[in-house]
């Protein structure tokens, strides 16, 4: 039970909750593969490339071209989220607030998924026919915090960083017509701002100096996102990733249940859960780009 929800007790004629600042969802749901899962593992099978063989002879045999198969492991986890509202606490309130409180339950549950998502792009992945195989993710595909193409290393997020993580996906032979998505912090975003070519860019179609954001530039969609991991040196570890190199799969949506708890003396119960799990899907899909934070 909230000990906290006194403080809503009518005092003054106003009939409205506000919600504190906090992430309202989740913001990464969008830009990754959603699929359904309706086991607690579940495995994504994948074909490699093959070459064809050349005919330098007439009537020769015909060439078998063994296809190699992989699989990737997906682990559904379970969350939930509960607060009781007591018979005497509706009576001195003007509004209602189970419906605040089931809105509240879905933004904390939100987040959890997009937790859920960041820390499986970096993660270990379990592969093989059992999915008892680990995969880390390699350093290739990392980019490092004072990288710089040119000049003296900046550690921040420079276009250097941005130009190197395009041509790592590129050069992996990810589709082009694929999106391809970056998120960062608060911090990276005015890294970019700052920054000469950002503002030389018509700002009819970045408007960066009107709305005071990137959307888009060199080809990424850029997110915000302030839940983003650090490693052991506290930079900041920002995914790139193309829309199918990371895969969410919901074994249930959010759901709330709202009634009476018979044992709480008939207290109003709201209760939200949701199960989901994720995975990262090939390595030479995904870059991470460090970066320093002042």
């Known amino acids: 039970m909230s000990n906290q929800i006194t403080t809503a007790f009518v005092q003054q004629y106003k009939a409205n909750v506000e919600f504190l600042l906090q992430q309202k969802g989740s913001v990464m749901r969008p830009y990754v593969r959603n699929e359904t899962q309706n086991a607690e ?34 682990h559904l986890r379970d969350f939930d989220w509960a607060d009781l509202i007591d018979r005497k ?5 003007l509004i209602d607030p189970t419906s605040p409180y089931a809105q509240n339950a879905a933004f904390a549950l939100g987040r959890s998924l997009d937790d859920v998502i960041i820390e499986n ?5 379990y592969t093989g026919k059992t999915g008892s195989t680990s995969t880390t993710f390699p350093a290739g595909q990392q980019i490092a915090v004072n990288y710089a193409e040119t000049g003296s290393a900046t550690t921040g997020l420079i276009i250097d960083k941005l130009r190197n ?12 017509s694929e999106p391809r998505y ?10 970019l701002l700052a920054n000469s070519l950002i503002q030389n860019v018509d700002t009819s179609e970045i408007k960066a100096l ?17 839940r983003l991991l650090t490693d052991g040196s506290s930079h900041r570890r920002l995914p790139c990733w193309v ?27 709201v209760y939200s859960a949701a199960s989901f799990g994720a995975v990262r899907m090939e390595e030479e899909k995904m870059i991470e780009i460090k970066c320093d934070e002042p």
């Open 182 to 191: 970056i998120a960062i912090s608060a911090i990276q975003m005015t890294d």
């Open 121 to 125: 792009m970096f993660g270990t992945a």
């Open 210 to 226: 009107v709305h005071g954001e990137v959307p888009y530039y060199m080809g990424f969609k850029f997110i915000e996102c302030e």
């Open 165 to 176: 993580a395009r041509q790592k996906l590129i050069a992996a032979q990810n589709d082009k």
């Open 243 to 269: 829309h199918s190199g990371m895969l969410l799969a919901m074994g249930a949506e959010i759901q709330a249940e709202i009634g009476p708890r018979r044992d709480k003396r008939n207290s109003t119960q």
């Open 89 to 93: 606490d509706r009576i001195r309130l």
């Open 41 to 74: 593992f579940q495995f994504y099978d994948r074909i490699g490339a093959t070459a064809a063989v050349e005919v330098l002879t007439r009537h020769a045999d015909t060439p078998l071209i063994e296809t190699p198969h992989d699989r990737r492991r997906c």
